[in-house]
C-alpha cells in the first residue's frame, strides 16, 4: 500500500525469510522469543531452538545464520530486531508477535502467520494455493540443492538425522522417490 508495508507484514516477510533460510518447521519459528537469537556479529547469527519434533530428548538446537546474499533470513532479522526487538531487553518476549511495535503483544499463531504469507503472497502475484507452513523447509532445501550446497551440509543446516532430507528437495522425482523408498523400508524393517 501507499503508507509502506505494515509492522505485521514486515515480521511476516521476516518470519517467511527466517524459515526459509534456517530450514525451520513453522512450529519452531513461532516458538522462538528474544533469547533465543544470539548476535555473534553483525553478519551472522545463533539461532536456539528449544523444542523440535527433531530431538526426542528435549534438548535445544542451534541453527547457524551467516550472510548468504545480499537478501536473506539474516538481512531482514537484522532489520527486523534492530527496528523492534533492541528495546525489549531485559523481558524476553516472543521474537514475531501479533504487532512487533507494540511491547507485550502476544506472540503471533500459526493460522495468522500462514494466512499473512499467503497474502503477501498473492500481492505480489505468486499462487499461494500451494504454499503451507512446511513450505518454508521444503523450499529452503531445494534453494539450498540447486544452489549446489553439498548434501551432507544441507543435511545439517536442517537438522536432519538421516538421509530423508532428500523428500524435501523439489525437481528431483528420481532421488526423491528413491529415498522415500529407502526411507519406508528402514522404517517398517
Known amino acids: 500500500d501507499k503508507d509502506g508495508p505494515s509492522h505485521r507484514e514486515i515480521s511476516i516477510l521476516t ?3 527466517v524459515a526459509h533460510n534456517g530450514l525451520l518447521r513453522s512450529g519452531e519459528l513461532l516458538a522462538l522469543e528474544v533469547r533465543d537469537v544470539k548476535w555473534l ?3 551472522s547469527c545463533r ?7 527433531e530431538n526426542q530428548f528435549g534438548l535445544p538446537e542451534e541453527v547457524d545464520y551467516g550472510l548468504y546474499a545480499e537478501l ?6 537484522h532489520d527486523y530486531w534492530v527496528k523492534y526487538m533492541v528495546n525489549t ?5 516472543p521474537l514475531f508477535t501479533h504487532n512487533p511495535s507494540i511491547m507485550g503483544s502476544p ?5 495468522m502467520f500462514i494466512k499473512g504469507f499467503r497474502r503477501l503472497l498473492n500481492l505480489a502475484r505468486i499462487p499461494a494455493l500451494q504454499f503451507s507452513g512446511h513450505s518454508f523447509r521444503a523450499g529452503g532445501a531445494t534453494d539450498l540443492y540447486h544452489g549446489k550446497c553439498r548434501p551432507f551440509v544441507l543435511q545439517l543446516q536442517g537438522r536432519w538425522k538421516s538421509d530423508t532430507f532428500w523428500i524435501y ?3 528431483r522425482p528420481h532421488i526423491r522417490q528413491e529415498e522415500v523408498g529407502k526411507a519406508f523400508a528402514r522404517m517398517t524393517l
Open 72 to 77: 536473506c533470513g539474516l538481512t531482514c532479522l
Open 107 to 111: 506472540a503471533m499463531s500459526k493460522p
Open 89 to 93: 531487553w531485559p523481558r524476553d518476549p
Open 47 to 53: 539461532i536456539f531452538i528449544r523444542s523440535s519434533k
Open 169 to 171: 528437495v523439489r525437481d
Open 15 to 17: 518470519m517467511g525469510m
Open 41 to 43: 556479529s553483525t553478519t
